[in-house]
């Protein structure tokens, strides 16, 4: 609970009914997904609450951010901003935080159709965001979390591969101009945004240096830096007909597959012949979906149900699956790539089972345009967590793929984590195959102290082996812990890292559980 | 859903937000995407299905006590069910029930249910009727020229909300029902309210006592068939009292009587009604009345930590409510135009009313009909339709509330009109409503 | 001061040998000019080092004695954007430009590694060979730097190829003004580069490390903040069969209405709009051809080229004509064709090759630019308020970047630079006119010449404040290119 009079100060920035310091409340916002082993990691008892916050306050508008951010400075209180809120990322590290829910902010601000981007608030999801700006045959990047995830949490703090990817980039890479609260309680404006005169959107960089190398990088700073408020992000071409209608009932609606989409799930059987084809594909340029993953993920995709996944044994027996989905415009783009798959299928000797041995459910095609594939990834357990998590070439991505099937296969053994055959990754292209990123979903049973031991243990071995290996930096190496093991044998980064929160954060209000604290070698 | 269940389930929201969105296929526009009224008028996670769940197990462990703070959030839902629909479009969890059981669990400990949902508790024990009016006041609305037959198999079960507050409900259903000839009968003063508005508070003890003594009734008099107007009674009767005690009739809701009439030809849909409606799928009436399947097959484990269920258990994802009725009704009208909202079947915005709600909670209630009426108008319709007295009256509320130049009318007024006779409502309603809006 | 100007020049000598110095007062003289209207002082000397150790060393030495070092690639005598002149008393000139090698091509993902002394007309015919191709700016000059182009956001032609302002820049290796080595994105680590490949990493990611992307900082600092010692850049894959399209019209907006729709659909490659002048300087090569052309050009030019590669080449060719047929039909504008023949082979070669000399000098032998970014409808009124503000004739240049999302617009003031009056009235346009953009919203992201001040007080305060701390983070004592952007009060 907040002392009376700091209550006070909040209350009369949100109004009563917008600041909750109650037992109820503030309990329920301690829970997360994946803080059972974030706890265990941290010898803490694994149960899925993280300390608890003293309040939780739900701002409506960028002024009163920053005023509770000055609040914040005043008083010494830490906070931890979130949106949709999905993962341990969201938590506060001390029980001296207050939690921004973003909630009221929702407002997609523009869509500027011309110059090809959309602005937004905090609280709209990707799913609201395709819709919209689907009226006038655009689209958005939307991250593997999935379409019910904070587009903006996406592009500002969090990470940003999609399954999309090969037509829509990383949600890095999309940022414009973006509204930032520092949490100093300055507000940033990036790029064009910060001009004094006709500011505007298009532009996130300069003048000069760009300072959206301070507010992200691979990943960003969960809340560890301040507070997004409005961001304007890249808009791309609906991939084909904008027409999107799924009739019937729920789960398996019946979508009326727009006329230009077409699927391909092909078996490169060894990890050559899949980076072979992975590169020769996404070289031509006709993917809207050109991802890797084991057959057990790609059963899964398939699959509304863990029996419903029991009847997919032709794609259960693929060794090194590939789904490719192409979609256009006009039938004469669609004849195009359909050529040329079949041209590349010829000369890579692969064989498109869909329509041969199988054929999906018209919704998976629904899902596919609406980004929603990563979800199926809770069907075994009902939960999972990615390990690893780098980018950059195909090769790399399938060596760390390879190396970490005895890994992970040690703790399949165990019995603390599902069996996928030790084979479960997924791997996509970005920005047509110039990189690829690679995780590896890992299933486990988040009411099972065993196995959520199991698989904080296997997480931890994944990021250890991926330091020593030369396997490139995973997604999840934040909080001082990590930097200070990592960064060592990354140039030190770790210091630079905290020379930008000593400097942008200097009475460390920003929560920096996830992201780095200023003094060294602990969190403030 | 058993103790054990309700234990391990708890444990298991991973609190993606999902329960907070209709199906993520389904969201046509920014502004009708959300499925939680609740939240959406609160804005704390804890308000959404999945932050009650969260609730649940924190409550379990002990980190939260049973208080009014508590208690407040738990109540403020008018378990709409949205949430369970959203989450079940993939995963297995069954938030609604977990609420219910929640509720339960405040009302073992005296916290629970909210006063005024108590008081009305009382007067269904008192008068038969949350609304305490006398219990001789139950046959009212009966008009003299309507034909009952006490030796007809059918049982129109009027419910309390259509006795008391939306009479013109009942008369449209008993005229339709004498125009088709279908001989009815209706429990007169024998009818009790049917235990919806206390077993959707938690008080399971008081709504178990009130569904023995109305199936004692019914079965007494050797009913073959229960029709009701109300979707709350309907859904209370069709899925949930056969959870606790068994029984041989059979249930229909109106729009499946009626659709069934005009699909026979018995009732001839021959006069022009040239309106432009949207249909309001009644929570009641759609995703909640699917029934529970009983399952008797084998939990298999397929791996560490992976189990599945053979034969496949059923899971209750809405699908099976009565979606289709009602639309095939209001196509058959002559002249009639139906303009679907974003928001429709399995996945429709609830009309804020249920489960006390309007009792406890009005503001709540009133501004969820509001965000209703508001789809509707923006669906370029004239008349909101619905088949729940309710959904009826919360959603006039707010119609009136909000000044809007939309008209409510339940689909058996509609059918009145289509038949060539005059719903009660426009015998009463100024000649603004009549000419404006209907003729 | 001379003692310590004697240690400073003693120790660079032990760091790169003496013979990789220079106090040629000739030498001194070429650095503390340029193009530009701005004056440098001039340096204590030029140093040239070979290695990045030897940055990192130099670096670490102007910390310790307090001088300063402005990094360059390479010299060139048609520097014209004032960054690199020296502005302080005691400033070292860091040419690069013997670090000069391609360092690795990488065909499968489609990257290369280069130095910063590297050119173009160095790298390109090399890619070529190996069917690679840059993501080049509008017919670069030979003779400069691959690396510095990428390092200050200049434009490149083919805009569906822009994912991200600061392509085609992936991972560096920089040295920060503390003197400290970095790599930046996948190239930080773990490993050394080498233990990196051997993993089959080819530094093509340039996000991160973590949770900063200080790539991103580094770019478009004008070597204010580190100096990058080499680079990995993005490559595309040469096209088998490339068809031109020229349009003109009178009319900006038709020829803006339809790159959008082109652009939208990544329909085309190279994608640009240039008017009748600044299409001349690039086609001809003297005076006189140049404004013959002018004459028998539109005033405003749209030309984009369609381009395929492989044994499908043709089928993809035939849906891009038959889809950017429709585009047109439906759009039903009206272009013309130019009165004389453009030779297609012509424009092909300057969008794939660079030039010997830099093209806008061809008309009169000098250039200013002006410019900036903005959006697509700001377009038409800018190109009106700098036709009201300057009468003579001047080259328009009209980038699309980012797949769309914003423009870069430039105008090319031409004089001759002999002629003294002219000068001055340029010196008092480019100014005035830059503020008068600037003050309706022009978005001068790369601060140069005369109106890189002006640029900062058209910025908000917060900004200011921001990069100033990051000045501080990355090089706290200001010794890396003192006086440029926003950094000095």
Redesign the interface.
């Known amino acids: 609970m907040l002392d009376k009079e700091i209550l006070n100060s909040f209350q009369k920035i949100v109004g009563n009914e917008n600041i909750d310091d109650g037992e109820v409340i503030t309990n329920a916002y301690a829970y997360n997904w994946c803080i059972e082993f974030v706890n265990y990691l941290e010898n803490k008892e694994p149960i899925p609450f993280s300390s608890i916050p003293k309040a939780v306050v739900l701002p409506s508008t960028t002024e009163e951010v920053q005023k509770i951010v000055q609040l914040c400075n005043k008083y010494g209180i830490q906070f931890k901003a979130q949106s949709t809120g999905l993962g341990p990322w969201n938590q506060p590290s001390t029980d001296n935080c207050v939690i921004l829910d973003l909630r009221r902010m929702n407002k997609i601000v523009k869509i500027d159709v011309k110059n090809l981007y959309v602005v937004v608030e905090p609280y709209v999801s990707g799913a609201q965001i395709q819709v919209e700006v689907m009226k006038y045959g655009l689209n958005i990047h939307m991250p593997g979390a999935g379409p019910m995830a904070s587009a903006l949490a996406s592009h500002t703090s969090m990470c940003g591969p999609g399954f999309t990817s090969p037509q829509t980039g990383h949600s890095a890479r999309n940022v414009l101009g973006t509204e930032w609260v520092l949490p100093t309680g300055e507000i940033l404006r990036l790029g064009s945004l910060g001009l004094k005169k006709e500011s505007d959107w298009y532009s996130g960089d300069g003048p000069g240096p760009s300072l959206r190398g301070i507010m992200r990088g691979w990943v960003g700073t969960k809340s560890g830096l301040g507070v997004f408020t409005r961001v304007a992000m890249k808009l791309f071409p609906y991939p084909c007909d904008a027409k999107y209608i799924a009739e019937g009932h729920s789960p398996l609606y019946d979508f009326q597959i727009p006329d230009f989409i077409r699927a391909y799930l092909l078996d490169c059987r060894t990890f050559k012949h899949l980076e072979k084809s992975f590169l020769r594909i996404e070289e031509e340029e006709i993917a809207f979906i050109c991802s890797h993953m084991s057959s057990f993920a790609v059963m899964a995709i398939f699959s509304y149900s863990l029996e419903s996944l029991m009847d997919k044994i032709a794609i259960g027996s693929m060794k090194k699956p590939l789904i490719i989905v192409i979609a256009a415009r006009t039938k004469r783009e669609f004849d195009y790539k359909q050529k040329v798959m079949d041209h590349l299928m010829t000369e890579l000797n692969l064989t498109n089972i869909i329509g041969s041995k199988y054929e999906p459910e018209s919704l998976f095609y629904a899902e596919c345009l609406r980004a929603n594939l990563g979800y199926h990834g809770f069907i075994a357990t009902g939960g999972f967590q990615s390990a690893k998590g780098q980018c950059d070439t195909a090769a790399l991505c399938l060596n760390t793929e390879r190396k970490n099937i005895p890994l992970k296969q040690k703790y399949i053994e165990k019995g603390v984590i599902a069996n996928d055959f030790a084979e479960g990754a997924w791997m996509t292209s970005y920005e047509s195959g110039h990189y690829f990123h690679m995780e590896v979903p890992t299933m486990f049973d988040q009411t099972d102290v065993e196995s959520v031991k199991g698989v904080a243990e296997y997480m931890e071995e994944s990021n250890q082996m991926d330091l020593l290996q030369h396997l490139g930096v995973p997604f999840f190496i934040e909080g001082d812990k990590m930097h200070d093991e990592w960064g060592p044998y990354l140039m030190n980064y770790h210091n630079w890292l905290r020379k930008i929160k000593e400097k942008f954060d200097p009475n460390g209000v920003s929560d920096s559980g996830c992201y780095i604290s200023s003094k060294n070698g602990g969190s403030s | 859903m058993d103790e054990e269940e309700y234990q391990?389930m708890i444990?298991?929201?991973?609190?993606?937000?999902?329960c907070?969105?209709i199906?993520?296929?389904?969201?046509?526009?920014?502004k009708y995407?959300s499925a939680c009224p609740a939240?959406d008028i609160y804005?704390?996670?804890?308000y959404s299905g999945g932050?009650k769940i969260?609730?649940a197990?924190?409550y379990e462990?002990g980190?939260?006590?049973p208080?009014e703070?508590?208690r407040d959030?738990v109540y403020k839902c008018t378990v709409c069910g949205n949430c369970a629909?959203a989450c079940?479009?993939?995963?297995?969890?069954e938030p609604l029930e977990i609420m219910m059981k929640l509720r339960e669990k405040l009302v073992g400990e005296g916290c629970g249910p909210m006063p005024q949902q108590q008081a009305y508790i009382e007067a269904i024990k008192k008068v038969n009727n949350p609304y305490n009016e006398p219990h001789q006041k139950r046959t009212d609305w009966i008009p003299n020229d309507l034909n009952l037959d006490p030796n007809a198999k059918l049982l129109y079960y009027v419910g309390c909300t259509s006795s008391y507050r939306r009479k013109e409900m009942a008369i449209a259903a008993g005229r339709i029902m004498n125009k088709a000839g279908v001989p009815f009968n209706i429990l007169q003063n024998d009818e009790i309210c049917c235990g919806s508005p206390i077993l959707r508070t938690g008080d399971t003890n008081t709504y178990e006592e009130i569904l023995n003594k109305n199936l004692n009734t019914i079965e007494s008099k050797g009913i073959e068939t229960v029709v009701f107007s109300c979707a709350g009674c309907y859904d209370t009767f069709k899925v949930d009292y056969p959870l606790t005690r068994k029984y041989d009739f059979e249930v229909k809701h109106t729009v499946e009587l009626f659709d069934e009439l005009i699909e026979s030809g018995r009732l001839k849909l021959t006069n022009d009604v040239p309106i432009s409606v949207t249909y309001h799928d009644p929570c009641h009436l759609g995703r909640n009345a699917e029934r529970y399947e009983d399952w008797d097959g084998d939990v298999l484990p397929l791996?560490?930590?992976?189990s599945?269920?053979?034969?496949?258990k059923p899971?209750r994802?809405?699908?099976?409510g009565i979606?289709d009725a009602p639309r095939k009704i209001l196509k058959k009208i002559p002249g009639l135009k139906l303009k679907e909202m974003e928001r429709i079947?399995?996945?429709a915005y609830c009309c804020g009313a249920g489960a006390g709600v309007k009792s406890a909670f009005p503001e709540m209630a009133l501004e969820t009909a509001k965000t209703r009426i508001e789809e509707a108008e923006d669906s370029g319709a004239d008349i909101i339709v619905s088949a729940c007295p309710f959904c009826s009256t919360n959603l006039q509320d707010g119609i009136k509330d909000k000044k809007s130049n939309l008209k409510y009318f339940d689909i058996s007024e509609l059918i009145l009109m289509a038949l060539g006779l005059e719903p009660e409502k426009l015998k009463r309603a100024t000649e603004e409503v009549v000419y404006n809006n209907v003729r | 001061m001379t003692m310590n100007n004697d240690k400073i020049l003693q120790n660079l000598a032990k760091i790169c040998g003496s013979r990789n110095i220079s106090q040629e007062p000739k030498n001194l003289k070429e650095y503390s000019k340029d193009l530009s209207f701005l004056k440098g002082k001039s340096p204590l000397c030029i140093v040239w080092p070979s290695e990045s150790q030897d940055v990192a060393k130099i670096v670490k030495l102007a910390n310790d004695l307090k001088f300063y070092v402005i990094p360059i690639s390479l010299y060139s005598k048609f520097k014209h954007h004032g960054d690199s002149l020296p502005k302080k008393d005691k400033s070292v000139i860091l040419n690069l430009s013997r670090m000069n090698k391609v360092l690795s091509i990488d065909r499968k993902n489609r990257v290369v590694m280069v130095e910063p002394g590297v050119t173009f007309d160095q790298l390109v015919p090399i890619l070529k060979n190996k069917g690679l191709r840059l993501l080049l700016p509008l017919n670069p000059t030979a003779s400069r730097s691959v690396l510095s182009t990428a390092l200050e956001r200049e434009p490149i032609t083919i805009p569906r190829y822009h994912w991200d302002s600061s392509d085609p820049l992936l991972c560096t290796e920089v040295v920060f003004g503390t003197g400290d080595l970095f790599r930046t994105g996948t190239a930080a680590g773990p490993g050394t580069i080498k233990q990196q490949q051997k993993m089959g990493q080819a530094q093509v990611n340039p996000m991160g490390p973590t949770q900063f992307s200080p790539y991103r900082v580094i770019q478009g600092a004008q070597g204010s903040l580190g100096v990058v010692t080499w680079a990995t850049l993005k490559l595309e894959l040469l096209p088998s069969i490339q068809k031109v399209y020229h349009l003109q019209s009178e009319n900006i907006q038709d020829l803006l209405d339809l790159q959008y729709e082109l652009l939208k659909y990544r329909l085309c490659d190279e994608l640009v709009i240039l008017n009748n002048m600044n299409l001349a300087c690039l086609l001809k090569h003297n005076q006189q051809e140049i404004s013959e052309l002018v004459r028998n050009l539109e005033k405003l030019n749209l030309i984009f080229v369609i381009s395929s590669r492989g044994p499908l080449a043709k089928d993809k060719i035939s849906y891009l004509e038959g889809d950017i047929d429709d585009i047109r039909a439906e759009l039903g504008l009206k272009f013309s064709e130019p009165k004389v023949e453009i030779s297609h082979k012509q424009i092909l070669q300057f969008f794939s090759e660079p030039c010997v000399k830099p093209w806008r000098i061809r008309l009169r032998g000098a250039y200013q630019d002006i410019l900036f970014l903005t959006s697509f409808e700001k377009i038409p009124k800018f190109i009106s308020l700098m036709e009201a503000n300057y009468k003579k004739d001047f080259g328009i240049y009209i980038q699309p970047i980012n797949q769309g999302t914003s423009y870069h617009v430039e105008f090319d003031l031409y004089y001759d630079p002999e002629d003294n009056n002219n000068i001055n009235v340029i010196k008092e346009k480019i100014l005035g006119v830059g503020i008068q953009l600037m003050d309706n919203g022009a978005f001068f992201s790369r601060p140069y010449g005369l109106w890189a001040k002006e640029v900062f007080f058209h910025q908000s305060t917060e900004t200011i404040n921001a990069m100033k701390k990051v000045k501080k983070i990355f090089d706290p004592n200001n010794v890396l290119n003192p006086g440029v952007l926003c950094f000095d009060d």
Do not use: D, F
């Open positions: 391990k444990k298991r929201c991973v609190r993606c937000s999902v907070k969105w199906p993520q296929v389904q969201i046509k526009s920014q995407a939240i804005n704390y996670h804890p932050g969260i609730l197990l924190a462990m980190r939260i006590k208080t703070e508590l959030i629909v079940k479009y993939m995963n297995t969890l791996m560490p930590l992976v599945i269920n053979i034969p496949p899971k994802t809405g699908s099976k979606y079947q399995e996945y």
